[in-house]
C-alpha cells in the first residue's frame, strides 16, 4: 500500500472508530490532513470546537494561528502533515484521558510509519508527553532531539500561546527557528528536500472564451 493509501484507509477507519468513549458525543473524526510525503508532522492535542463541525485539524482560532506561525517561518500549510494525538474531540476541550490516548495511539503511529517526517513538532504538553516523556515545556520548547528514526521539536499549543500573551514571543522564535532546523535534521538522516509537483497553470484560451 502507498503511503497515501494508508492515509486514506486509516482516515476511513477513523471515520467510523468506537474504540474509546470520546466516539458517542464527537459530530465528526478529524483522522489529520496533509501530503503523505511531508517532512513535517505537526501534532496537537485533539479536535476542539470547529473541527469536530468540519472534520479537520486546526480550522478555528489556534488553527489560523497556526498558519500565521506557519506563513512566517516560510512553510506553507499544504505542505506539512497536521493531525492530533486523539482523533475526536473530547467533550468542552478537557484534555484527552490516558485510556483514550492510548486507543487512539495505533492511528498515530500508523500516520507516522506511513508518512516518515524528518521532524515532528509536537503542539503542547499532551503530545510532548508521548514523544519526550518526563520534560517540562517551559525548559524544553523550541529543542530538537532524536527520537528514534526521526526528532522531535516540542512547542507550546498554538492555544496555549493565544491565551497567555507572554508564551507568543517564544512560540514566534521557535517557529522561526524550523527552517534551520529542517535543513540540519536532513543533513543528519541522509535526505533530501521533497521534488515538488509542479502547480497546474490554467492559461484561458482567448479563443474559446470567444465562443461564449
Ligand atoms: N487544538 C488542537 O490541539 N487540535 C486541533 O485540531 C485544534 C485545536
Ligand atoms: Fe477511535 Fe480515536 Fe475517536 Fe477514540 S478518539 S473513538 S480511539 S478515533
New binding site residues.
Given amino acids: 500500500m502507498s503511503a497515501e493509501e494508508t492515509l486514506a484507509q486509516i482516515a476511513n477507519e477513523v471515520a467510523v472508530c468506537e474504540n474509546c468513549s470520546l466516539h458517542t458525543t464527537r459530530k465528526k473524526s478529524?483522522p489529520g490532513e496533509g501530503p503523505a510525503n511531508a517532512e513535517i508532522m505537526f501534532i496537537?492535542?485533539?479536535?476542539?470546537f470547529h473541527?469536530n463541525e468540519q472534520g479537520r485539524?486546526?480550522?478555528?482560532a489556534?488553527?489560523n494561528f497556526l498558519s500565521q506561525l506557519l506563513a512566517q517561518a516560510g512553510l506553507k500549510r499544504e505542505d506539512v502533515f497536521?493531525c492530533?494525538v486523539v482523533k475526536c474531540r473530547p467533550p468542552e476541550n478537557r484534555d484527552p484521558a490516558a485510556d483514550e490516548l492510548s486507543a487512539c495511539n495505533l492511528y498515530l503511529e500508523r500516520q507516522i510509519e506511513a508518512i516518515n517526517p524528518s521532524i515532528i513538532v509536537t503542539?503542547?504538553r499532551i503530545s510532548m508527553g508521548k514523544f519526550v516523556p518526563g520534560v517540562k515545556i517551559s525548559t524544553v520548547h523550541g529543542e530538537m532531539r532524536k527520537v528514534g528514526e526521526r526528532f522531535v521539536i516540542p512547542m507550546f499549543?498554538?492555544?496555549a500561546a493565544l491565551h497567555q500573551a507572554a508564551l507568543k514571543p517564544a512560540i514566534l522564535a521557535d517557529f522561526a527557528k524550523l527552517p534551520e532546523l529542517l535543513k540540519e535534521a536532513r543533513k543528519a538522516l541522509g535526505k533530501k528536500a521533497p521534488v515538488k509537483k509542479k502547480e497546474t497553470v490554467i492559461v484561458e484560451d482567448p479563443k474559446q472564451l470567444n465562443m461564449f
Avoid at 496537537?44 to 476542539?48: A, D, S, T
Avoid at 485539524?57 to 478555528?60: D, E, I, N, Q, S
Fill in positions: 478529524v496537537g492535542e485533539g479536535p476542539g473541527e485539524p486546526f480550522v478555528g489556534s488553527g497536521i492530533n503542539l503542547g499549543h498554538p492555544a
